[in-house]
C-alpha cells in the first residue's frame, strides 16, 4: 500500500483573521480549479482535535466513569457533555450577534427610507451613514454564520468519530460471542424453514398471511402519519409570510388602519427572517433532536452489553442454597500421601430441585 505523503493542514498556522475568514481553504480552491478535480493526496491532513484515538479515549473514559458513577442507569448523554464541555453551547452565542443584526438591519432600512420621501429633510451624510451601516451590519452578520456553520460542523464530525470509534471497540471486543449468536441464529433459521411444512399440513398459511398484512398495514399508517406532518410543515413553511401578511391586510382593513409602506418593510424583513429561524430551524433542530436521542438510546443500549455473561439459569440450584450447604460440609481432611489424578464429580450441583 503506498504510504500518503505528509499534508499538514493549514489551519494549525492560520491566523485569527484566515480562520475567520476561511482565506487558509484557499490553496485547495485554487488546485481543483486548476486541476479540474482533486485527489486523496491533495486533501489535508486531520486536525489533532478531530484525531480518532484521542477523542475515542475521551469519550470511553467519560462512559466508563458514567457506568461506576450510576451503574443502574448510566447515561449516555451526560458522557457526551463531559467530553465536548462546553462546546455546542458556545457555538450557540456565537449566533446571538447574528441574530441580533438580522434584526436591526430592517429598522435602519425604514429609516433610510425617509431619505427618499418628499420634501425630505434628512441629510445626504445621514443616509450614507445608514447605507454604510447597513451594508457592514449584513457582512458582519454573514462572516459569523458562515464562521459558525463552520464550528457546528467541526463539532458534529469529533461526536461522529467518537461514537463511531467507541462502537467499533465495543463490536471487536465481542466479535466471538457476535459470531456464536450467528451461529445460533442461522441454526434457528434453518429450523424455522425446515418447519414450513408443519405450517402447510395445519393450513396457517392464510393466519400468518393475515398477521403480516396487519402488521403491514400499521406500518404503512405511521409512515403516512409522519408524511402528512412533513407536508403540513412544508405547506406552512412556504405560506407563513403570505398568510400573515393576509390576515395583517384584514385586519388594517376592518379597523380602518392607514397602510405604512415603513410599517410593510420592516414586517417583511423580519417575517422573512422568522420563517428560517423559527420555523425552519425549529422544525429541523426537533427532528434531528428527535433522531439523536433515538440514535444514543440504542447506542448506550448496546455498550451496555457484557463481553461474557454467565447464565446463572443452568445451574440447578441457586447460589444461596449452594453457599448453605457448602457451609454446613464437614471439612475435608487433606491427605499428605501422593495420590493419582482422579476426578471428582460434585453431584449435588447437577441435583434437580424437588418441586
Not at 462502537?167 to 434453518?190: G, Y
Request: glycine share 2%; net charge positive.
Amino acid at each position: 500500500m503506498p504510504i500518503r505523503p505528509s499534508n499538514p493542514n493549514p489551519l494549525l498556522n492560520a491566523s485569527k483573521c484566515s480562520r475567520l475568514f476561511q482565506q487558509w481553504v484557499f490553496p485547495l480552491v485554487s488546485k481543483c480549479r486548476k486541476q479540474g478535480t482533486l485527489d486523496v493526496n491533495d486533501l489535508y491532513e486531520p486536525l489533532p482535535d478531530c484525531e480518532t484515538a484521542a477523542l475515542t479515549d475521551k469519550l470511553e473514559a467519560n462512559w466508563f466513569a458514567e457506568i461506576k458513577r450510576n451503574p443502574n442507569n448510566p447515561s449516555l448523554i451526560r458522557a457526551t457533555l463531559c467530553t465536548m464541555r462546553w462546546k455546542p453551547f458556545l457555538i450557540g452565542l456565537i449566533l446571538i450577534p447574528s441574530e441580533f443584526f438580522n434584526i436591526i438591519q430592517p429598522l435602519l432600512l425604514t429609516f433610510l427610507m425617509r431619505f427618499f420621501e418628499p420634501c425630505s429633510t434628512m441629510p445626504a451624510w445621514h443616509a450614507w451613514l445608514l447605507v454604510m451601516s447597513t451594508i457592514f451590519i449584513a457582512f458582519c452578520s454573514s462572516v459569523i454564520v458562515n464562521y459558525a456553520f463552520f464550528v457546528t460542523n467541526t463539532l458534529a464530525l469529533q461526536m461522529r468519530v467518537a461514537y463511531s470509534g467507541l462502537i467499533f471497540r465495543k463490536a471487536s471486543i465481542n466479535i466471538n460471542n457476535i459470531l456464536q449468536v450467528t451461529d445460533q441464529r442461522v441454526k434457528i433459521m434453518s429450523e424455522i424453514i425446515k418447519s414450513m411444512r408443519i405450517v402447510k399440513i395445519y393450513c396457517w398459511e392464510m393466519a400468518f398471511d393475515k398477521k403480516i398484512r396487519h402488521i403491514r398495514r400499521r406500518e404503512i399508517i405511521q409512515y403516512m402519519c409522519s408524511l402528512m406532518f412533513d407536508c403540513v410543515q412544508m405547506l406552512f413553511s412556504d405560506t407563513y409570510i403570505n398568510v400573515t401578511f393576509l390576515m395583517m391586510y384584514g385586519t388594517m382593513w376592518w379597523f380602518n388602519i392607514r397602510f405604512d409602506i415603513h410599517f410593510f418593510a420592516v414586517a417583511s424583513c423580519l417575517l422573512g427572517h422568522m420563517k428560517l429561524s423559527v420555523v425552519e430551524y425549529f422544525n429541523f433542530g426537533m427532528k434531528y433532536l428527535i433522531h439523536y436521542m433515538a440514535a444514543q438510546k440504542r447506542i448506550r443500549t448496546f455498550l451496555l452489553l457484557d463481553e461474557s455473561e454467565r447464565d446463572n439459569r443452568l445451574l440447578s440450584r441457586s447460589h444461596s442454597e449452594l453457599g448453605y450447604i457448602e457451609q454446613n460440609e464437614p471439612p475435608i481432611v487433606t491427605n499428605n500421601q501422593t495420590q493419582s489424578p482422579k476426578v471428582i464429580c460434585n453431584l449435588k450441583r447437577a441435583q434437580w430441585e424437588k418441586v
